[in-house]
């Protein structure tokens, strides 16, 4: 099970997504995303999922019945990019990585609108990391 929460960019664009692997779909699961990514000066629109009351009393939450088609359409585009990169990419993910993809897709997309300075920043990032032994590297293959 996963979290989902977009940053919206006007009425039409994500400027931001973050995603979190979840066990289950109680307020203290779903507290995790919050208290990772959002602010609590944040509007924030949920549906109406139980699970989100209690957090709604420290969060700024509005919640909404979804409807299919008329409201949530960008979290639901974001769902679908997700699963699309997923299977036409990866084809499966295992369990055991779901969390690194889903921070991959995640970089990426929020990234999205920096294209010309992706590499320059991928770069940086690699000048500045700590050095990874390559006796510390676990290497495993999926047949």
């Not at 995303?33 to 109406?48: C, G």
């Not at 995640?106 to 992706?118: D, G, P, V």
């Amino acid at each position: 099970m996963i979290a989902i929460a977009i940053e919206k960019y006007g009425t039409t664009g994500i400027k931001r997504m973050y995603a979190r692997e979840i066990e289950n779909a109680s307020t203290h699961e779903l507290k995790k995303i919050f208290e990772l990514h959002l602010s609590k000066e944040a509007k924030i629109l949920t549906d109406k999922w139980k699970g989100y009351n209690k957090i709604a009393e420290i969060y700024n939450v509005k919640q909404e019945k979804s409807q299919p088609d008329k409201n949530f359409k960008l979290m639901h585009r974001s769902i679908q990019q997700l699963k699309s990169w997923i299977r036409g990419i990866h084809h499966s993910v295992d369990k055991r990585y779901l969390q690194a993809y889903l921070d991959e897709f995640c970089y990426r997309l929020n990234r999205s609108i920096h294209k010309r300075t992706i590499f320059d920043n991928l770069l940086q990032r690699m000048t500045y990391a700590q050095p990874f032994p390559k006796k510390q590297l676990k290497i495993t293959y999926c047949v």
